[in-house]
């Protein structure tokens, strides 16, 4: 089944030391979000990628990166965690085009725990 | 710019009870999406329902329905004999055409009590 895959489920990482998270997707969308939910928030955005095109949230803290090395793959990189960045972190995905976010397809999400 | 406003933030009710949650938005496009998700306690978002903003028709499925109305910006969504299952947070969000970015209300908090 086509789907948004989100590795790993769980991650636990120490304060300051750099985390990745990965994403894939098998349906060929032209766009990936990330996006970082803490407990009791709403989703919150902070970029997402246009086909190669990334485009930064204003408020999104340099302390995050992201790369897309191809269509199928989007990583979260947290250059130095601290106790502020746990959250469950989203990637979702969508068609894109001039209809917009007209729906997005979510991963199941990776929670990362900073000790 | 674009808003939602989930203005209950928890609600509880007893099982087989209908509940309706409230959402209202903000958008200066005549174009636009609204969705609902749930998010259960083992956090995934799972996709209810999209409306695009040239279609107010009511839409029913099975228990779930949804009361899209333009004059008063809002997109209310009711649960039917509620069920132990429905149990969840539920966020209501907005997409504007030609955006690429969907923007989420702040969610309510939806406990069925058996």
């Known amino acids: 089944d086509a789907m948004v895959i989100q590795n790993p489920r769980y991650q636990v990482t120490q304060f300051g030391k750099p985390v990745t998270l990965s994403c894939s997707q098998t349906l060929n969308h032209n766009v990936m979000y990330w996006y970082q939910q803490k407990s009791s928030q709403a989703p919150k955005l902070l970029f997402h990628?246009?086909?190669?095109?990334?485009?930064n949230e204003a408020d999104t803290p340099d302390n995050f990166q992201s790369r897309r090395p191809n269509t199928s793959f989007c990583f979260l990189d947290i250059r130095s965690p601290g106790l502020g960045d746990a959250a469950m972190y989203l990637c979702?995905?969508?068609?894109?085009?001039?209809?917009?976010?007209?729906?997005?397809?979510f991963g199941s999400g990776t929670r990362l725990t900073v000790v | 710019a674009q808003k939602v406003t989930q203005a209950q933030t928890e609600i509880s009710v007893v099982e087989k009870e209908d509940v309706t949650l409230d959402c209202v938005y903000e958008?200066?496009?005549?174009?636009?999406?609204l969705f609902w998700y749930k998010q259960p306690p083992s956090g995934e978002l799972v996709f209810l329902i999209r409306?695009?903003?040239?279609?107010?028709q009511n839409e029913i499925s099975g228990r779930y329905s949804w009361n899209f109305q333009k004059s008063t910006s809002s997109f209310n969504f009711t649960i039917t004999a509620s069920q132990v299952v429905d149990s969840a947070v539920y966020f209501c969000a907005l997409s504007e055409a030609g955006y690429q970015k969907v923007t989420f209300g702040t969610g309510t908090k939806l406990q069925v009590i058996p």
């Open positions: 409306r695009n903003s040239f279609d107010e």
């Open positions: 979702a995905t969508s068609r894109g085009g001039d209809r917009g976010a007209a729906g997005y397809t």
């Open positions: 958008t200066r496009d005549t174009t636009y999406y």
């Open positions: 990628y246009y086909d190669k095109d990334f485009n």
